[in-house]
């Protein structure tokens, strides 16, 4: 392939994230627009047609790029550079896609004013900028980690401005990015992955630009401190102290948001020098464990907060939209047994059997990696983790992505749920899957029965006998 296809999706990318920081000026998750918009009410506003339209190309016109160069990116310096181009423009812009990085100041006006946020929601304050909040958050508790807690408290108190906290969130999103973008190699290079494709499909998606920078999402820092912890674990194998270190970055990790626990028990199987044993596990595995958990709960205990921060995580059941593969299965069989008369609440059955089909397969995807590559079933697991978890942001998708994009061979299915995920919310934050129940609750639920009839066919396939020669 020559240079110009390269140079011209460099540009079109460029364009495409340009376009979506204007919309971020006209109509993106301002703090005094609308907070329970349609995109009927979004369309017959002021710049409406412009700024769906700016949205709509502008999303494109990345995504087109990013994928089209999936597989043939020039160099690991190239894809750096052309995604930090990307990021420019969204870098200076409103926030675009979500209204969470208000809520983060809110937390942190609370925390800094002595109010534990994991007890009482952020009107109790009240918050000074209370108005900026959609209203199902404004009365439930944080379900962030005590670090980032501490953190957003600190931002609060050295500002006192919901404009300046909001930048340094994006400062500390955009640090986070950059710890991606330093330590993804090692991993890559660690599992055999060119670098280059790594980079690309990490920090050049469209759910980077517009969630993590834009939008100033706290999973941003999450992932630079997970990718931090397993590169440190990777690059040491053995090693008792290094392995100590990589322990605490992913205990960091997860005292921002508790997700990152979830790839501890591989990067424990990561950290064995020579073929796993119990003892071998123990000796090398250990340290990793060990300060994981001893870098949460420190964090906990510096927060002042005690372990209170575990109940916010069920406040994700208070969002239902059919992104999460359970939830719509529950809506389809709602709808079902309305053709027949009946009211059925499937949703606590479905969510509940989600969460437990997640529990086995985490179990199973560990077992698994006891023989094979311990960090590509670490990407696999937090893919399951999002997939069957009540509730599913397209944001939530970069954690996956991050790993696999460093330890998978094949890269087609973990991006294209990126690239559709990518169209899922408007730029004032309006998630369009509110307004698509149907047909999006059974098409996905059709989605879940393929996968599983695929699934169920390979295991029998490879328990069948190899034929005799």
Request: aromatic letters at 8%; proline letters at 7%.
């Amino acid at each position: 392939m020559s240079d110009v296809p390269h140079h011209l999706s460099r540009w079109i990318g460029l364009a495409g994230s340009t376009l979506l920081a204007v919309a971020a000026y006209l109509g993106g998750a301002l703090p005094d627009s609308p907070l329970r918009p349609t995109p009927v009410s979004i369309w017959q506003g002021r710049h409406g047609p412009l700024v769906i339209g700016l949205w709509l190309v502008g999303t494109a016109l990345m995504a087109w790029a990013w994928w089209s160069l999936r597989d043939r990116v020039p160099s690991a310096r190239w894809a750096l550079v052309t995604a930090g181009l990307w990021l420019v423009p969204l870098l200076v812009a409103p926030p675009l896609g979500s209204r969470d990085v208000y809520a983060y100041a809110c937390q942190g006006a609370s925390y800094a004013a002595g109010i534990s946020p994991y007890e009482q929601g952020v009107s109790a304050l009240p918050c000074p900028w209370l108005d900026t909040i959609s209203y199902i958050w404004r009365d439930t508790p944080a379900p962030y980690g005590p670090l980032f807690v501490m953190i957003s408290g600190a931002i609060v108190k050295a500002t006192g401005s919901l404009t300046a906290a909001a930048a340094l969130f994006r400062l500390l999103a955009l640090a986070g990015v950059a710890l991606t973008a330093w330590c993804l190699p090692v991993l890559a290079r660690r599992c055999g992955v060119p670098v280059p494709r790594a980079l690309w499909l990490a920090l050049a998606s469209p759910l980077v630009g517009v969630h993590l920078i834009s939008g100033a999402h706290n999973d941003a820092l999450m992932v630079g401190l997970m990718v931090a912890g397993l590169a440190v674990v990777a690059s040491r194998p053995g090693r008792r102290w290094a392995l100590l270190a990589g322990g605490v970055l992913l205990g960091l990790a997860a005292a921002v948001k508790i997700t990152a626990l979830v790839v501890v028990p591989f990067a424990a199987l990561a950290a064995m020098a020579g073929p796993y044993r119990i003892r071998t596990l123990i000796r090398d595995g250990g340290p990793v464990v060990g300060g994981a958990l001893a870098a949460t709960v420190a964090a906990t205990l510096a927060s002042g907060l005690g372990f209170g921060w575990i109940s916010g995580l069920e406040q994700g059941s208070l969002v239902i939209a059919w992104t999460s593969p359970s939830t719509a299965v529950g809506q389809t069989v709602g709808y079902v047994a309305a053709l027949f008369g009946a009211h059925v609440d499937a949703l606590p059955v479905t969510r509940a059997i989600g969460v437990l089909v997640l529990a086995v397969l985490l179990v199973w995807l560990w077992w698994r990696a006891r023989t094979r590559d311990p960090l590509w079933h670490a990407g696999l697991a937090l893919a399951a983790t999002v997939a069957l978890s009540p509730l599913f942001h397209p944001w939530y998708w970069i954690w996956p992505l991050t790993v696999l994009a460093a330890t998978a061979r094949r890269t087609g299915w973990f991006s294209l749920v990126a690239l559709v995920s990518s169209f899922l919310v408007l730029a004032d934050g309006t998630g369009l899957a509110r307004f698509t129940k149907m047909p999006g609750a059974p098409l996905m639920t059709l989605l879940v029965i393929v996968v599983a009839v695929r699934l169920v066919r390979s295991a029998r396939a490879a328990r069948r006998p190899a034929p005799a020669d």
